[in-house]
C-alpha cells in the first residue's frame, strides 16, 4: 500500500526557512517523479515543484522559484522541500504525491494528508 | 487566478446528471496535455478520479467520466449520489512541464 507522509510544518516569520519532509512507502521510491502541491486555507490547489524519479530534473512554480528548492534521497525513500524567504502567501497545506512514472508531466496518482505551514509574525 | 478556469459551483439532485467543465488554452489543454481530474473531501486529501483525459483508477465508479476537446475538458457524473458532493479540480500541464490546476468546483447533492 502506497503511504506519504509529511513532516516538518509549522509556525515560522516571514523571512525564515523551513525544510519539509516526505516519507515514502509501498513502492519503490526511485522509480517515480514526486510532486509538491499546496493548499491555502479555504482555497484551490497549487502546484509547487516536481523532481523525477532520479532526482535529476526539476521544475517550479514561477510563485517560489530562488526560494524553494525539491528535492530526494532515494536511500531513505524521502522527499523534501527546502523554502527560504517566506511569505505570508506561503500559508498553506503542503502536500507531497506520487506520478505514475519516474518523469514529470503526468497526473498524481497518490496524495499525503499534508502538512500546515504558517507564515506569520 | 488558476491558469484553468472551472466553475465555482454546480449543484444536480440524486440521480440527476452534472457536469464540470475546466477550460485551458493554447498553452496547454491546447496543446495537447492530458487532463485529470481529483475528488476532494473536507479536510481530506485530493483522490485521482481522472486520468489521460477519460480513464478511471479502479475503484472509481463508472458513473464518472472525462472527456477533452480542443481546449476544454469535461468531468460528467451520472446517478448523482449524496456521497459525490465534494470539491473537483482538473489539472494538465503547460509546455514547461509545470502542473496546472483548475480553481476547483463544489459539487452540491440537493
Known amino acids: 500500500e502506497v503511504q506519504l507522509l509529511e513532516s516538518g510544518g509549522g509556525l515560522v516569520q516571514p523571512g525564515g526557512s523551513l525544510r519539509l519532509s516526505c516519507a515514502a512507502s509501498?513502492?519503490?521510491?526511485?522509480?517515480?517523479?514526486m510532486t509538491w502541491v499546496r493548499q491555502a486555507p479555504g482555497k484551490g490547489l497549487e502546484w509547487v515543484s516536481v523532481?523525477?524519479?532520479?532526482?535529476?530534473?526539476?521544475f517550479y512554480a514561477d510563485s517560489v522559484k530562488g526560494r524553494f528548492t525539491i528535492s530526494r534521497d532515494n536511500s531513505k525513500n524521502t522527499l523534501y522541500l527546502q523554502m527560504n524567504s517566506l511569505r505570508a502567501e506561503d500559508t498553506a497545506i503542503y502536500s507531497c504525491?506520487?506520478?505514475?512514472?519516474?518523469?514529470?508531466?503526468?497526473?498524481?496518482?497518490?496524495w499525503g494528508q499534508g502538512t500546515l505551514v504558517t507564515v506569520s509574525s | 487566478q488558476s491558469v484553468l478556469t472551472q466553475p465555482p459551483s454546480v449543484s444536480g439532485a440524486p440521480g440527476q446528471r452534472v457536469t464540470i467543465s475546466c477550460t485551458g488554452s493554447?498553452?496547454?489543454?491546447?496543446?495537447?496535455?492530458?487532463v485529470h481530474w481529483y475528488q476532494q473531501f473536507p479536510e481530506t486529501a485530493p483522490k485521482l478520479l481522472i486520468y489521460?483525459?477519460?480513464n478511471r483508477p479502479s475503484g472509481v465508479p463508472d458513473r464518472f467520466s472525462g472527456s477533452k476537446s480542443g481546449t476544454s475538458a469535461s468531468l460528467a457524473i451520472t446517478g448523482l449520489q449524496a456521497e459525490d458532493e465534494a470539491d473537483y479540480y482538473c489539472?494538465?500541464?503547460?509546455?514547461?512541464?509545470?502542473?496546472?490546476f483548475g480553481g476547483g468546483t463544489k459539487l452540491t447533492v440537493l
Open positions: 504525491a506520487k506520478s505514475p512514472g519516474a518523469v514529470a508531466g503526468t497526473w498524481l496518482a497518490y
Open positions: 509501498g513502492f519503490t521510491f526511485s522509480s517515480y517523479a
Open positions: 523532481i523525477s524519479g532520479s532526482g535529476g530534473s526539476t
Open positions: 493554447s498553452s496547454n489543454i491546447g496543446a495537447g496535455y492530458d
Open positions: 489521460g483525459n477519460s
Open positions: 489539472q494538465s500541464h503547460d509546455s514547461s512541464l509545470r502542473a496546472v
